[in-house]
């Protein structure tokens, strides 16, 4: 059994489809060659392109909710009812991926043959075999008979049957199909999407049954992440031992996430009209002249420099840079604060000629200057290129497609005005970038509890700021934060943080912020005895409304009665 858990729009429906009867017989090693190879390493497919094991896709709706109405049903019913309308819906889910490898419809089902090796009590009448018509009777009966119910109140004359188990996993075994006297398929890959709809006690119901029966079916439960409980986000999902294994989609590596969103880019590019390619049409050149932004930038930090004019040969080095152009002069003045704030206490500081501390700069402190000056200057483009694009999507599909296509539309536009000449320049993706993050940054009040994670969300971005650009430059960029208290005395002793009741406010604003993409949750090692810490890092689309590089590495620890306070909003 997995869990694949995300936030709305990371692709866990996408990924459940893909093994779908009709996307498998579509995956040829003439026409999806990668996709074709990463399914004959998993036994999906075999090297003659026979589909060996394929999902039977079943979708949650909120009708499994009015089961649990206890004025039409006592505990042992609600169960009872619950497990027979979903073992008629698994057998009907079956049918239906039976039907399309077998390439048939619902009016040949009777040459469908299911033939299972022991007796299936379940189905009434004990035969040695069954014809698909003879499943779709039975589950179509038992769906029937409990809907009707919950849509007049009326119980059939004939009674509803109730089931006390989940067989349908076991007995939907893909061997016991045969259509004109071959198999279809070595296994189902069961598929239970939207879980999240279904009610606590459903859920535990299904996990029991499953974990209980040992069943040796697979089973992969999707749902969002907003469905658990503020210990369970919090917690570790994956521990050892437990008889079932997490996938959050949004936790995938960096390098998986960009080849697939290269590749749907890629894909809807061939399918354009158009034939605009977005990714190849995002200029990383600007046309603009920002000399003047470079020198009031310049004079700034020369300013901050003169108070280091009693270090030996800080004259000849400051009028070197001053001779330089620009950018140049520009980066290089931010490079030696950077330089000075970190090695403030070596006396061998500015004892560099000019060319000696260029060098030194070169290695390290030039690329810093350069992630921190558009966010500090706040007159360059700061977000621009196909990478960057990528890289604000936060491992999530749908806010990808989201800034994309808002790109897409200006440089469909562009086209229509100039078809000869047309790209995004820096400026026009900056644009889009930074309307999009305000935009989405006030759509954050339309969450549950909406007002106080958007204040939450002000209050740490504003602590990233002014982490990542003060004058210590201790980190290159402050992006997250870690609970002090995670590693004291006090907390392994009396539990976990976020198992009190003073911090219940905190642990759920932290889990709404994860289940919705607003945070991501890394594992981190710092400290004595390298300690653990969980560390909460801005999304990145968030770190583009706060003007921040975008990179998860510096984080710092900050206390409970901080982070409460961030949460009542008491500055």
Not at 19 to 27: K, T
Not at 393 to 398: K, M, T
């Amino acid at each position: 059994m997995t869990y694949i858990l995300s936030s709305p729009g990371a692709g866990k429906t996408t990924l459940l489809r893909l093994f779908s009867p009709s996307v498998l017989r579509r995956v040829t090693a003439k026409n999806t060659n990668l996709i074709y190879r990463k399914l004959t390493k998993l036994n999906v497919k075999d090297k003659e392109e026979h589909i060996l094991k394929c999902g039977v896709y079943l979708q949650m709706g909120r009708d499994y909710e009015f089961l649990e109405d206890d004025e039409l049903f006592g505990r042992r019913e609600q169960r009872r009812y619950f497990l027979s309308l979903l073992n008629a819906r698994i057998v009907l889910a079956t049918l239906k991926s039976c039907m399309t490898l077998a390439g048939i419809k619902y009016t040949a089902l009777q040459k469908l043959i299911y033939k299972p090796d022991e007796p299936i009590k379940q189905f009434g009448e004990i035969k040695e075999s069954y014809t698909g018509k003879d499943l779709l009777n039975w589950a179509t009966r038992q769906e029937r008979k409990i809907c009707e119910f919950l849509d007049n109140f009326v119980v059939p004359k004939d009674g509803i049957d109730g089931n006390d188990e989940l067989f349908a996993l076991e007995a939907m075994n893909a061997k016991w199909f045969s259509f004109e006297d071959k198999p279809l398929c070595s296994e189902f890959i069961f598929q239970i999407d939207d879980a999240h709809k279904l009610t606590d006690r459903q859920k535990r119901i299904i996990h029991s049954e499953v974990a209980e029966r040992r069943t040796h079916s697979t089973l992969w439960i999707a749902e969002r992440l907003e469905a658990l409980s503020a210990e369970e986000i919090l917690d570790d999902n994956n521990k050892l031992g437990r008889d079932y294994q997490v996938i959050k989609l949004e936790n995938l590596s960096q390098s998986l996430f960009n080849k697939m969103a290269k590749g749907i880019a890629s894909m809807r590019s061939k399918v354009s009209y158009e034939g605009i390619d977005l990714l190849t049409c995002l200029s990383e050149t600007s046309t603009e002249n920002y000399n003047a932004v470079y020198n009031e930038a310049s004079k700034k930090y020369f300013a901050q420099l003169k108070s280091l004019k009693n270090y030996a040969n800080f004259e000849a080095c400051a009028t070197e840079i001053s001779n330089e152009g620009p950018y140049e002069r520009a980066m290089h003045s931010k490079a030696m604060l950077i330089y000075a704030a970190r090695e403030n206490k070596s006396p061998t500081f500015f004892s560099y000629s000019y060319q000696e501390m260029i060098n030194i700069l070169s290695k390290d402190f030039n690329d810093y200057a350069e992630e921190l000056m558009p966010g500090e200057i706040n007159k360059l483009p700061q977000y621009y290129g196909a990478q960057t694009l990528i890289d604000l999507a936060s491992g999530n599909i749908e806010q990808f497609l989201s800034v994309a296509s808002k790109m897409y539309e200006l440089l469909l536009s562009k086209k229509i005005m100039d078809p000869s000449h047309y790209d995004l320049s820096p400026e026009d993706q900056d644009m889009i970038v930074s309307n999009y993050c305000k935009e989405h940054l006030n759509g954050i009040k339309q969450l549950n509890h909406g007002n106080k994670i958007y204040k939450f969300l002000t209050s740490l971005i504003d602590f990233c700021r002014e982490q990542t650009f003060s004058m210590t430059y201790s980190y290159r960029t402050v992006s997250g934060f870690a609970v002090k208290e995670e590693n004291s005395l006090f907390s392994v002793k009396d539990g976990f943080w976020f198992q009190k009741a003073e911090n219940n406010d905190l642990a759920n604003i932290l889990k709404d912020c994860l289940a919705n993409n607003l945070l991501c949750k890394v594992p981190r090692t710092q400290g004595k005895k390298d300690q653990n810490w969980t560390v909460f890092y801005l999304n990145e689309w968030l770190c583009a409304y706060a003007h921040l590089p975008l990179r998860r590495g510096g984080w710092r620890k900050l206390s409970l009665s901080r982070l409460n306070q961030w949460v009542n909003n008491i500055k």
